[in-house]
């Protein structure tokens, strides 16, 4: 049964760090693996979604990369913002068409 | 021009009432989703559904129930609601085709429900 999980669960950094966000999967045999953002009290935003015969895929100062032999994928930040500060969740998608199964998110605070 | 939406966006209930939250998406996408996010927020799929076929029915209370009327439309009806259904529900979609495309799944803006 596939499971993923996010490390950590909270971040907090000041302005203008470069951080990476980590997520994890028991099962290497993935479709895709997608990044959402979630802000308090709204919906899910997808940020990146890499396939997997990817290795990674970039959105402005966003980056992400995906090991599928060992299970792993990072979401790195460039140059953190206030605005960044939000959720951020790890999906997996074993097949097309079927349900994404989600980490519990990385709370990230980004303080001026 | 939302592409998927969710209505109504808060319903507060007693217990013991029935209710219904409805999904549209205009992307074209074959498959649709029903996702519960509880309290702790964690996301958790409870259906699928695929023109309009049931493919996924996680170990949800047969107290809810999913339509599909059409393939742009999954509603969610719920029957003789509880405290513990108190939770965040966003509905999704994706094209869901085997091999086609990246099969990206778009969420809706979610329903807070809260059950009294």
């Known amino acids: 049964k596939q499971e993923v999980t996010q490390i950590p669960a909270a971040l907090s950094v000041p302005e203008g760090e470069n951080l990476v966000l980590n997520c994890s999967f028991t099962?290497?045999?993935?479709?895709?693996l997608q990044w959402f953002r979630q802000d308090p009290g709204k919906g899910l935003t997808s940020l990146l979604l890499i396939q997997s015969s990817q290795r990674e895929q970039t959105s402005g100062r966003l980056n992400a990369s995906l090991d599928k032999s060992s299970g792993r994928s990072t979401l790195y930040i460039a140059a953190s913002q206030p605005g960044d500060s939000a959720t951020y969740l790890c999906a997996v998608n074993n097949q097309a068409g079927t349900a994404l199964i989600f980490g519990k998110g990385t709370t990230l605070s980004v303080s001026s | 021009d939302t592409a998927v939406s969710q209505t109504p966006k808060y319903l507060v209930t007693q217990m013991g009432n029935d209710k219904s939250i409805k999904c549209e998406q205009n992307?074209?996408?074959?498959?649709m989703y029903w996702y519960k996010q509880d309290s702790k927020k964690f996301l958790k799929i409870m259906f699928s559904y695929n023109n309009k076929e049931l493919i996924i029915n996680e170990t949800v209370p047969n107290r809810f129930s999913p339509k599909s009327p059409d393939k742009a439309h999954l509603n969610l009806h719920i029957n003789s609601l509880e405290l513990g259904d108190s939770a965040v529900y966003f509905c999704?979609?994706?094209?869901?085709?085997?091999?086609?495309?990246?099969?990206?799944?778009?969420f809706g803006p979610g329903t807070r429900l809260t059950v009294l």
């Open positions: 999704a979609s994706s094209q869901g085709l085997a091999g086609v495309g990246t099969d990206t799944q778009y």
């Open positions: 992307l074209g996408h074959d498959t």
């Open positions: 099962d290497s045999a993935i479709y895709n």
